[in-house]
């Protein structure tokens, strides 16, 4: 990482983006720069990038190899390929055989639809592995050959459709990183199991009724993204679990059935202060933002009632998303003091609309930070952003929101650059085009 911030001061790697947190996730190069890169990466045998067929000669001496260039693959793979290829990166080609190469420790498929398992088995010495595709083979025999990585440390299959992994992916004493497919049914490891390798854990279900209980040893890890449900994984099971994580940084929880996540008390976790994401997804809470009792009630239809405080959630997120709530009143005149927020996504739930006789209210100095704001799903009478609110924003997403007006005080955002209110009003289409005449955003209607 060094190494890149170096590169990045002198101007030769540019950031083209950053995540909430402020770690960077995409660069990009001049093509200058890039066809010097890859040309001295060839001289150095560093990097053979194979994108037509004169670049299969440079591949007999070259330890980490991308393949771009899809036809007769296996053939020339075979005439030209130096057996001791250290890292594969496949775009495109599925019917490679990368069994015979041994000491392979990156492998990456990107952008193929379907991989033969029979041609990805042994291995040993795999180190980082990312299959965004479908898998052509047993749940069992893909689960076997994991468990047979002594050396895993990254595991990526956020694109890939798997069943439960359970079994098998724990027992890699080595990983670092498990990012699992979002369809996948992998339920989280258990106490038993030593995982304080652990780093990310992504799209892990705590669905099943357990023997144990859910406190695996995953004190390091920094993103977690679980699914729970509220007859197998209750309150105080979360709880237990988050108390440990004493590094989160990313926190992403889903209540698959109405798991009373909003009891959760984030002050008591060791993460409150230096968590920079949360995103929390329910469908049957309502959300009230008239005082600053920070409690739960429930009225008589056993909805459950939040009391939104000043310092209920973490005071430096960077990213914070609420979805699928019945928000009974303002939630803007809380959430608007969070002073490090640059990303925010709320919304209602789709099934239960209500007419809220309430609004939105930004008041001066708020959202001093934010520059993307996604609202959906809820129904608002009025929209009022007074001079000094939102200085930052550049992104508006609106959509589903009807009656909401379009407030035309956007005109004197200073840094809004993007807005798309999606709408049934045809007076709302009328305010867009005359805030459009104005500034020249960028308008979806």
């Known amino acids: 990482m060094c190494f890149l911030e170096d590169l990045i001061q002198r101007s030769m790697v540019q950031v ?86 041994k000491v392979l420790r990156v492998l990456g498929c990107m952008h193929v639809e379907k991989v033969v398992l029979q041609k990805f088995k042994g291995l040993p010495h795999l180190r980082y592995l990312k299959l965004n595709s479908e898998i052509e083979g047993m749940e069992c025999e893909f689960g076997e050959w994991i468990r047979g990585m002594k050396y895993l440390e990254t595991l990526d299959l956020q694109r890939s459709i798997h ?106 976790f060791p993460f409150y202060k230096h968590l920079k994401s949360l995103h929390i997804m329910e469908k049957s809470w309502i959300f009230n933002g008239d005082g600053n009792k920070g409690i739960l009630s429930a009225n008589d239809d056993d909805s459950k009632t939040l009391v939104l405080d000043d310092d209920i959630f973490p005071p430096h997120l960077t990213y914070l998303g609420l979805v699928g709530f019945e928000f009974v009143s303002d939630p803007m005149s809380v959430l608007q003091k969070l002073q490090n927020l640059k990303k925010l996504t709320i919304s209602g739930s789709k099934e239960e609309k209500v007419l809220m006789s309430w609004r939105f209210r ?63 009003i045809q007076t709302n289409e009328d305010m867009i085009r005359i805030i459009h005449k104005q500034r020249p955003y960028t308008v979806t209607i």
């Open 16 to 101: 083209s983006n950053k995540s909430y947190d402020g770690s960077i996730t995409f660069c990009r190069v001049h093509d200058v720069l890039r066809d010097l890169a890859i040309h001295k990466a060839k001289e150095m045998n560093f990097l053979v990038v194979c994108s037509k067929p004169d670049d299969w000669k440079s591949c007999n001496k070259a330890r980490r190899v991308a393949i771009n260039y899809s036809s007769n693959v296996n053939e020339m793979m075979g005439d030209y390929a130096n057996p001791n290829i250290r890292s594969l990166l496949l775009f495109g080609e599925s019917n490679l055989d990368c069994s015979k190469y």
């Open 163 to 268: 069943g439960d992994l359970s079994k098998w992916i724990w027992q890699v004493k080595t990983l670092r990183h498990a990012i699992l497919g979002v369809n996948c049914n992998t339920q989280g490891p258990p106490a038993s199991v030593d995982l304080r390798n652990l780093q990310t854990l992504v799209n892990v279900n705590y669905s099943e009724s357990r023997q144990e209980p859910a406190s695996p040893n995953i004190t390091e890890v920094r993103n977690l993204r679980i699914n729970v449900h509220e007859k197998y994984f209750s309150k105080e099971e979360i709880a237990t679990l988050l108390s440990e994580l004493k590094n989160l940084v990313d926190l992403d929880i889903r209540g698959i059935s109405g798991i009373d996540l909003g009891r959760i008390i984030w002050k008591d």
């Open 362 to 424: 930004c008041s001066a100095g708020g959202f001093k930070q934010l520059e993307e704001l996604s609202i959906y799903d809820l129904m608002v009478d009025e929209w009022e952003i007074e001079s000094g609110a939102m200085p930052m924003l550049k992104e508006l997403y609106v959509s589903s929101c009807d009656p909401l007006r379009v407030p035309l005080e956007l005109v004197h955002l200073p840094s809004l650059e993007s807005l798309s209110w999606y709408t049934d």
